[in-house]
């Protein structure tokens, strides 16, 4: 049994990793801190809370430094650029740190996380002890590592839909194209203009069309498995929901094939993933299916002829696309069950 620590516990992220780590058998004990509100009681700012936070915590926000200093692992779920502090913190006192921001997803490419994000590394040595979180490319160098980078919501549903195809080498290069949509807590907690109600409820929209943060990390993820350059165009879209992610990628394939066959080989692929849904031929992925839930399930579609892959991907952004993947990472490093405290079951609606 471990205690479990979370710093920006009152965000969406955050408060999800509070709701899975109350219910996960292996976390005996929580210790949350924010900034933002800091000496006040979790449950008063989340109500569905209240009575359940079952002798793991007494639910005050604590300081970050207090975190560290009780937890075995620690999981930063902050703004760019700060989580770095506290992976030096964790390294050097023999602690566990997962980060769901984009600060360690980039490994050692500093130029790249500055070109994207506009900031330099503050303690560049940490990036050697990080591996980038996907269980499905890394999941036997996350069970070695002291760092983790957990991926971003987009980037883990473009990537568990094209993967497969990429390294086998069956489609080109030249282009993918990644269209996906996401529900509105994917743009956090802070009000802004775009999650506003009156803006973001009865419309559907594009936004940062081309310049969007999660593009180098999908082009990243896409190239290594092609083991080349992969040109991807990502569009994100905001959906008047409050969960969910659905991308739909198209690829051309490099010969015609059936969409048996390119069922057959996603089948053979994530065979045994325990968090990866390839649906029947004929299916296809939905956000509702898998709401509430670490599943990620796929559709495989083959169109125009033959000579089209496109891939359906769904996932709940906050889990699978963030705080669940984060507890699939932390039983991977501490050596639980994969599935432990997770394997929770979709929301029929």
Not at 26 to 36: G, I
Not at 111 to 120: E, H, I, L, R
Not at 192 to 206: K, M, V
């Amino acid at each position: 049994m471990i205690t479990a620590g979370i710093i920006g516990a009152t965000g969406y992220v955050g408060v999800e990793l509070v709701r899975l780590l109350l219910a996960h058998p292996e976390v005996a004990k929580l210790s949350l801190s924010s900034v933002s509100f800091e000496g006040q009681n979790i449950v008063d700012i989340y109500p569905n809370l209240r009575g359940l936070l079952r002798g793991k915590t007494d639910g005050v926000l604590g300081e970050a430094d207090s975190v560290v200093a009780a937890s075995d692992v620690v999981f930063t779920a902050l703004p760019h650029g700060v989580a770095e502090k506290y992976a030096a913190m964790c390294v050097e006192k023999g602690k566990k740190l997962i980060d769901l921001s984009a600060d360690f997803r980039f490994d050692e490419d500093e130029a790249t996380f500055k070109a994207w994000y506009g900031k330099s590394y503050e303690f560049p040595a940490v990036h050697g002890e990080s591996v980038y979180g996907l269980p499905e490319l890394n999941r036997e160098k996350i069970k070695a590592a002291r760092v983790i980078g957990n991926p971003g919501c987009y980037v883990t549903a473009a990537t568990l839909a094209l993967i497969p195809a990429l390294a086998k080498h069956l489609v080109k290069t030249e282009l993918v194209i990644v269209d996906a949509k996401s529900g509105v807590t994917g743009t956090g907690r802070n009000p802004t203009q775009t999650n506003n109600f009156s803006e973001a409820g009865e419309s559907f929209a594009p936004y940062n069309v081309g310049k969007h943060r999660h593009q180098p990390e999908i082009a990243r993820n896409m190239s290594k498995a092609a083991g080349k350059d992969v040109n991807v165009v990502f569009t994100p879209h905001l959906l008047p929901m409050s969960r969910g992610i659905i991308a739909t990628c198209y690829a051309v394939l490099e010969k015609p094939m059936t969409a048996e066959e390119a069922h057959a080989l996603y089948a053979a692929h994530y065979a045994g993933e325990p968090f990866v849904r390839v649906l029947p031929l004929g299916s296809t992925a939905t956000t509702r299916n898998v709401r509430g839930s670490n599943y990620c399930d796929v559709s495989v579609h083959v169109v125009n002829g033959g000579a089209l892959l496109e891939v359906v991907s769904a996932l709940d952004n906050m889990v699978k696309g963030a705080a669940g993947q984060a507890v699939e990472n932390m039983n991977l490093v501490m050596g639980f069950e994969e599935t432990a405290g997770i394997d929770l079951v979709p929301a029929a609606f």
